[in-house]
């Protein structure tokens, strides 16, 4: 007390001053804080609770995440950002990159027959084998076949003549070379990507015309059965242990000619997938989604959904359900399929859908719609669903029922939803915390391979900095849970793949902290 008169007051003044700045500072910090803590736990994996092991191994990451994004920001170049073709070679030298490819993902619930195993498989060991004859269509398009002897030229305006490999590669100046032709026919892969594919008609365009070029290598019984072990191969040393492919079941065909059935064909995927199985501990297996393409008439499909039902029954652990397939802005919509797809209700027979829908960017059009009716049609997964948070009385009983989007990132930026994955929907669904899993549909067509790259898109780009190790693990977590293993299996399942975290984390939780 005392002093001179006057400054009493001054003081207090000035600690009202002081208080008020200080208290304001508080609920700032405060008020962001809670903000910040709310949405750490409404995004996905928020809610869960890491070990201290897991901690330390999210240290580890997140301090490698960050210096990554740093980085990218200060030279303006940030793989997620660019095309995956462009990008590809960035990705490769990431660490977080090669952490993921350690990481156990668990499985991949969206992928196709033949888009999961390299490409430079068939060109280096299918085009070899003894045979294997090619011809080209009047478009440019070329065309395979085993068969001996070689087989009558087809009509003009079919293919050439049949064209021995063997003989042709025996007689040419430069290998080398022509492989890496063929390798270009196979994959999407270029050096322009936005050049080159202008829009996505043309896009879409050479991603079919792939599919048809390989599918006599693909075909032949042979080529069928090594496919299969190869892809599961390049899978489970990608850390993924169980699959479920969307399969079409095409005719399989032997050299002399013999045609193989859809039985068939469901039958040798069982049988590669046991033998595999018994060869590498921890895998799981593999489940087929029967598959048509969304291009054919109504009276097609109301026999595909009935050979979906007769297979089902037939394999009932084997075949998982049905699904349509192909480009969605130009195929029939669920909506004018209605009378094929509730055949089985109306028999009282249980077929699981797994639609593809949503995979546009033509918001309020016919095929947009393809959303509501995959809900109505109870879906059990939707894949791609890119359109879903356009939809928001759909989001919230997708939600409600627990229908989670099959996400599959560098898909939708090599078929042009989206050039910028920062910009990818799933950052919305990602941050609410919907239901997802990621995956690759055709990694082999996009140059990519398993699922790594895949989670690398969601990780860094999808996520952002908000995505840490609990997002990676309820990623994880979410594609043994939405599979259609039975709860048996999931137990099992879930256990292996948590032996494999356990050990991932304990790698990832004693490197060298990174000097920053
Ligand atoms: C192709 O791979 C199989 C194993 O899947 C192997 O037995 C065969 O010798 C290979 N063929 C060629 C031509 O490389
Ligand atoms: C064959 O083609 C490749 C790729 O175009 C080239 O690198 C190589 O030098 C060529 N080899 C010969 C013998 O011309
Ligand atoms: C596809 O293969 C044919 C035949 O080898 C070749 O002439 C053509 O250049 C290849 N296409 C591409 C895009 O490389
Ligand atoms: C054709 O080949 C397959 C596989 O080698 C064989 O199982 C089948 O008996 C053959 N069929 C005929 C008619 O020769
Ligand atoms: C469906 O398509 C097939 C072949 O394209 C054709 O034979 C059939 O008549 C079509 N059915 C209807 C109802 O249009
Ligand atoms: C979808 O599920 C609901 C609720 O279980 C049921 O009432 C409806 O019939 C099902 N619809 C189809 C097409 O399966
Ligand atoms: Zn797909």
Redesign the pocket.
């Known amino acids: 007390m005392g002093g001179p008169s006057g400054w009493p007051a001054l003081i207090s003044l000035l600690l009202v001053v002081a208080i008020l700045f200080f208290c304001s500072a508080i609920s700032i910090d405060e008020a962001r804080t809670q903000l910040l803590m709310r949405e750490k736990m409404l995004q996905l994996g928020g809610q869960l609770v890491l070990t201290e092991q897991e901690e330390l191994a999210n240290e580890r990451l997140m301090a490698l995440k960050k210096a990554e994004v740093v980085q990218a920001m200060k030279i303006q170049n940030f793989p997620p950002s660019i095309h995956f073709f462009q990008a590809k070679n960035l990705i490769e030298k990431s660490e977080v990159f090669s952490i993921l490819k350690k990481m156990p993902k668990g499985a991949a619930l969206h992928v196709h027959d033949f888009g999961i195993l390299s490409m430079n498989w068939l060109v280096?060991?299918v085009t070899?084998?003894p045979h294997c004859h090619f011809c080209i269509t009047p478009k440019g398009a070329l065309k395979f076949k085993f068969a001996y002897p070689t087989p009558p030229t087809p009509m003009p305006a079919e293919c050439s003549e049949w064209v021995l490999l063997e003989k042709y590669r025996k007689e040419m100046q430069n290998v080398t070379e022509f492989d890496y032709g063929l390798l270009r026919n196979f994959t999407l892969m270029t050096e322009n990507p936005e050049v080159d594919y202008a829009n996505q008609n043309i896009v879409w365009s050479k991603f079919q015309s792939i599919f048809f070029t390989i599918s006599g290598l693909v075909h032949y019984a042979p080529v069928f059965r090594?496919y299969i072990?190869?892809a599961l191969e390049e899978f489970y040393q990608d850390n993924v242990l169980y699959l479920e492919l969307r399969a079409m079941l095409l005719p399989v065909y032997e050299l002399n000619g013999t045609i193989h059935n859809q039985e068939w064909s469901v039958r040798t995927y069982r049988e590669v997938a046991y033998m595999f199985a018994k060869k590498h501990p921890g895998f799981i297996g593999i489940k087929l989604i029967y598959s048509d393409r969304r291009l054919k008439n109504v009276s097609f499909i109301m026999k595909s959904v009935q050979t979906a039902m007769m297979l089902r029954a037939t394999f009932p652990r084997m075949v998982a359900g049905f699904d349509l397939v192909g480009r969605e802005d130009t195929g029939h919509t669920l909506y004018d399929y209605r009378k094929a797809l509730m055949i089985p209700i109306l028999q009282g027979i249980k077929l699981p859908y797994f639609f593809h829908a949503g995979e546009t960017d033509w918001q309020g059009t016919s095929i947009d719609r393809n959303l509501l009716d995959a809900l109505i049609l109870n879906s059990t997964r939707i894949g791609h669903g890119f359109a879903l948070t356009k939809h928001p009385a759909v989001w919230a009983d997708s939600w409600k029922k627990n229908i989670p989007m099959e996400v599959c990132p560098i898909s939708n930026q090599v078929l042009k939803l989206v050039s910028d994955l920062r910009n990818h929907p799933a950052a919305v669904l990602m941050a609410t915390g919907y239901p997802m899993v990621v995956s690759s549909d055709d990694p082999a067509v996009f140059g990519a391979k398993g699922l790594s790259y895949d989670f690398y898109e969601a990780f860094m780009g999808i996520g952002g900095m908000a995505a840490d190790l609990r997002t990676l693990k309820q990623l994880a977590m979410n594609s043994i849970k939405f599979s259609t293993l039975l709860d048996t299996e999931k137990k099992a399942a879930m256990k292996t793949w948590e032996e494999r975290w356990t050990k991932f984390v304990a790698d990832l939780a004693r490197r060298p902290k990174e000097s920053e």
Do not use: A, T
């Open positions: 280096k060991n070899y084998r090594d072990f190869q």
